[in-house]
């Protein structure tokens, strides 16, 4: 034991002497090819004395990088992650610049500027060479890895080794496009699990692939919170306005997410999925987990050793080799956004929605910064041997909003989560215990143009001019702006008067208009009750039939006193929702099966709008209307945005029986919770060893 633990102190002793080494030619060489970087007085000096203070200002890096990194980033935690990411180049060169004037011979100088490049090169190099030599070594290999996730060794308790499982959510990605991305070639590591033939010779299958079907809100604030917390329940989509709080919740808004997390918890009298020594990372939700990192329910809790929201961040950036590779990543990943956007606008490439602005630092955090993060905290909770990990990677579905779900941007997004399985499953090989891998998504995206760009106008300005309310002179002048305006004058048997002779109403009585992807939702704020469809007939009686009629909207959802609720469809059509059927769809035809089960469980829910809106959906390609900007939307029903999938090893238990569909995120729920379960043993939280309790 001791003799295996000096070995380890030798070993390591080794390593930062070859890194130091290593770090010091680096430097000599940035010194003879950068100009205003300097490591030998104005006199000149001898090649020994440049050596010994390139050596002397590569070890002062090293150690800065070691000591006050790590406490820099700390304080920078109130920082917002995208501006830490830009501040990583500057805060490395300004620890360089420090280095050279440790030197106590006063030698070698450097313009701020060169010191940000020379101070990345550096750091990338003890980085490469860290790693390098430890890719022998399984013990260093896992300790730097520890290191990267902020993680200590935890011993197994005595007894059976009970396996682990990690679920690794790849936001967005539809069972199609994952399908179509394994037969391309795309994702080699998900085609080797599902028994694809490599060049290795034939596959051998360890997962199997299974569709399953979101409810009528296909977004991953439903989703979720339904997989994570067993319940979707009054989640009519993914923002929507509250009459008895007069307050529009949004589902990736800290304060509201905390709020649907509490209410799940409050309906199924259960903490989450993750109860039981869990670790959620990068999630809307915490499924109860006790680790937890870029968690959005926790966000605007007081930080503490049970809140750790931004830990992650801290985690991986404290390691100043690992933010400078992410830095850079970041950086190209802006540029490539810019490159594919304008090589898109030069082509005119239709449908197009505008990606200037933030959109490409969005991009790249999204892409780049939350990816490497997520993973890294994955990586340290497998290697700490947790019971179950839960991890969403966002990537996908934020760069197929503005490209497109099968673009050539969305598919090389799709070739490195691919990569970032691969490395999980390769650290998986060095954990405690073993572990399932289980991958799934919360919805897929349904692509075609925006509702906007179809139409010349919004939902929003359709409802104003529905309603006979002042609407922008652009709408005004389109031809659905105009049918809407005459279907008022139809209605009130009379000519609406011009625009600046009306009288604008109370702002309190004027519609609220919210999109969810392809899904629209219309609330009368200065009701405090769900209006019926015979109250809002007599308040604008134009209103339901200009929506029902317009060629971009599908179907509308309403309460009605008579039959409690009823779907309405173009030229008069009427179903009440108690009649929906797969075999009697009515206006929900072409919109597959569940859409009448689904219609119907949201028409149940407390705070469901005054009007639901479901854009045109085109059978034939799968396209619907988004009412938001984007060409790959969900959160309605249509298309394939319904139909994410569950890759899962054949080691668990089928998730339904042969025949039968998976429905819902409550019943993926139920189904990961029966996973967790066949485990054997009690799952019974690892306790660290002895002699890091100690420390």
């Known amino acids: 034991m001791l003799g295996g633990r000096w070995r380890r102190v030798v070993s390591q002793v080794g390593r930062s002497v070859a890194v130091w080494a290593v770090s010091t030619v680096t430097m000599l060489v940035l010194a003879g090819i950068l100009p205003d970087f300097q490591l030998q007085s104005a006199d000149g000096d001898s090649a020994t004395t440049i050596a010994v203070t390139a050596a002397f200002a590569a070890g002062a890096f090293g150690l800065l990088s070691a000591v006050v990194w790590p406490l820099l980033v700390r304080l920078l935690l109130l920082v917002p992650a995208l501006v830490l990411g830009l501040l990583v180049f500057f805060l490395n060169g300004a620890l360089l610049l420090v280095a050279l004037r440790l030197n106590p011979a006063e030698r070698g100088a450097v313009e701020p500027e060169t010191a940000v490049v020379v101070a990345a090169a550096m750091s990338a190099v003890a980085s490469a060479t860290g790693a390098a030599l430890a890719v022998r070594d399984d013990d260093a290999y896992r300790r730097r890895l520890y290191r990267l996730a902020d993680r200590r060794h935890r011993a197994l308790p005595p007894g059976p080794v009970t396996p682990g499982t990690v679920f690794v959510q790849l936001d967005g990605v539809g069972h199609d496009v994952l399908t179509a991305a394994v037969g391309k070639g795309l994702m080699p590591t998900v085609a080797r699990w599902l028994g694809y033939a490599t060049a290795d010779g034939p596959g051998r299958p360890t997962h199997r692939l299974t569709p399953w079907r979101t409810d009528w809100s296909s977004q991953t604030g439903a989703s979720q919170l339904g997989i994570l917390h067993g319940s979707t329940f009054d989640v009519p989509a993914f923002r929507w306005y509250e009459k008895d709080t007069q307050e529009v919740m949004v589902s990736n808004r800290p304060t509201s997410a905390a709020e649907l997390q509490r209410r799940a918890v409050e309906r199924t009298g259960d903490g989450g999925l993750l109860t039981v020594d869990g670790a959620s990372r990068g999630n809307l939700f915490s499924g109860g987990a006790d680790e937890q990192a870029l968690v959005l329910s926790i966000a605007t809790r007081r930080r503490s050793r049970e809140n750790r929201s931004r830990a992650g961040y801290f985690a991986y950036f404290s390691d100043p080799a690992n933010a400078v590779r992410t830095a850079l990543s970041f950086v190209a990943e802006v540029g490539r956004e810019i490159c594919q956007s304008t090589r898109a606008r030069l082509h005119k490439v239709r449908p197009r929605v505008s990606r200037g602005g933030l959109y490409p630092f969005v991009r790249a955090f999204a892409t780049v910064v939350e990816r490497d ?36 941007d969305a598919e090389k997004v799709l070739e490195r989560l691919d990569r970032a399985l691969a490395l999980i499953e390769k650290v998986a090989e060095h954990a405690p215990r073993p572990y399932r891998i289980v991958v799934l998504s919360d919805h897929g995206q349904s692509p075609g143009e925006t509702f906007r760009a179809r139409y010349g106008l919004t939902l929003g300005d359709l409802v104003r001019a529905g309603c006979g309310l002042p609407v922008p002179r652009r709408a005004r002048r389109t031809r659905s702006g105009a049918e809407a305006r005459a279907a008022v004058r139809a209605a009130l048997h009379r000519p609406v008067e011009e625009e600046h002779e009306q009288r604008r109403p109370a702002r309190r009585s004027e519609p609220i208009v919210l999109a969810s992807g392809n899904l629209g939702l219309i609330s009368f704020p200065d009701v405090p009750h769900r209006m019926s469809r015979e109250e809002i007939d007599a308040r604008h009686p134009a209103l339901l039939p200009t929506l029902a009629n317009h060629p971009g909207i599908g179907f509308l959802l309403v309460r009605s006193e008579e039959h409690g609720g009823v779907v309405l469809g173009a030229n008069g059509a009427e179903v009440p929702v108690d009649e929906l059927d797969d075999e009697h769809p009515g206006p929900l035809a072409g919109l597959g099966p569940g859409a009448a089960r689904a219609v119907r469980r949201t028409h149940s829910f407390p705070h469901t709008a005054d009007i639901m809106v479901n854009s045109f959906h085109d059978p034939a390609d799968g396209e619907v209307l988004a009412f938001e900007e984007q060409i790959g939307s969900h959160g309605g029903l249509g298309g394939a945005q319904a139909k994410p999938f569950l890759l899962s090893p054949l080691a668990c238990s089928a998730p339904v029986d042969e025949g039968e569909e998976l429905v819902g995120a409550e019943q993926v729920h139920r189904v990961l919770r029966r996973w967790l379960r066949e485990t054997a043993g009690p799952q019974v939280p690892i306790e660290a060893e002895p002699e890091e309790r100690a420390a």
């Not at 993060?373 to 969403?392: E, F, I, N, S």
């Open 373 to 408: 993060v997520v993973v890294a905290a994955v990586m340290g909770d497998l290697l700490a041997g947790r019971t179950a990990v839960y991890a969403d990677l966002v990537a996908y579905d934020e760069v197929a909003h503005h490209s497109g779900p099968t673009s050539r």
